[in-house]
């Protein structure tokens, strides 16, 4: 009997397959549908920033110097009510889910600075949310801000956060850090119960007939999952919170692989939003098929099995593999013109 159940931010999930913060978990039918085809726990899509501190009038400007896209995202503040329900409506999601369904609910807060919104916390934790996930996403374009002081600025909202909370933490990031292990360590050191690496980050295109900066959002595809694997291989080992891998999910074998790399769990969205929600019976049915041909017996004993510190060739992680791969590309004869 293979045991697929893996241990996550302290909770005991039935199988490694969590649904990413996305719509997809925005009403409580979604939540069921997702539950009923096998999903372990859910994120619920992030509350912002923005909506608390307007909503409170309490924002720590004090704090938000420096990270001048909060100013800007004000400008974004109306289409913000059409993607989630609200700070009230966030609350009364979490309270039915947690009434009507038996996996994991985690709350997601979207935030960048110290304000009152992270008090917000403490109602999710009251509502019922079993673990709250932090999605940082900033963007750093103030020239004078350094790297050291960007880190140090979300290990204290880590830290904020934690003092506010007996629930878990987790912290989901993006990979734009010039040392990511280290940055990695620091955010264990300040709390984090988990990191969920990787956030994607979205891009705006440029209109060039309407001269307009337009919004993009694409869905992502397996390709992604390489940079996840890596960073979670290489982090594995070096930090005692839990990993979660986001960021193309998509076949069973990602999710093998995101487990084997030293990942808990892998979270899904685009891969659910293309193929539906039945999409996870499959992946389910592809993990079992798996793990019976190669005789595997539980989802804990293979986390961790590939990361860096048990391969048998950790180069492979390192400047090695960028000299391998380079030198591994065959040019295709061109035809004499
Ligand atoms: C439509 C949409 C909405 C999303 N909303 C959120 C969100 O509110 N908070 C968050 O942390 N991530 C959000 N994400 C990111 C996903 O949770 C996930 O990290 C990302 O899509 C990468 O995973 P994937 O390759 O499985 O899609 C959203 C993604 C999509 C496609």
Known sequence: ????????????LK???????SPLCDSLDKIRSLEDHGIAAVVLPSLFEEQLSLESESVDADLSRGTETFAESLNYFPDLMNYNLGPDGYLEL???AKAS?????IASL???TRGGWVRYAHEMEQAGADAIELNIYSLVTDPSRNAAQVEQGY???????????RIPVAVKISHFFSAVANFAIQLDSSGADALVLFNRFYQPDLDIEQLEIVPSLTLSQSAELLLRLHWVAIVFGHIRADMAVTGGVHSAKDVLK??????RVAMMTSALLQNGIEHLDVVRAGIVQWMEEHEYESINQMCGSMSQRNVPDPAAYERANYMRVLSSYTLRPQPLR
């Open 155 to 165: 290990c204290d909202l880590v830290r904020s956060v934690k003092e506010n909370l």
């Open 110 to 112: 979207n935030g960048v």
């Open 1 to 12: 009997m293979i045991d697929f159940g893996t241990r996550y931010l302290g909770l005991d």
């Open 94 to 96: 979490i309270r039915k």
């Open 101 to 105: 369904v038996s996996i994991p609910v």
């Open 15 to 21: 199988n490694p397959i969590v649904a990413s913060a």
């Open 258 to 263: 995101s487990v084997m790399a030293g990942a």
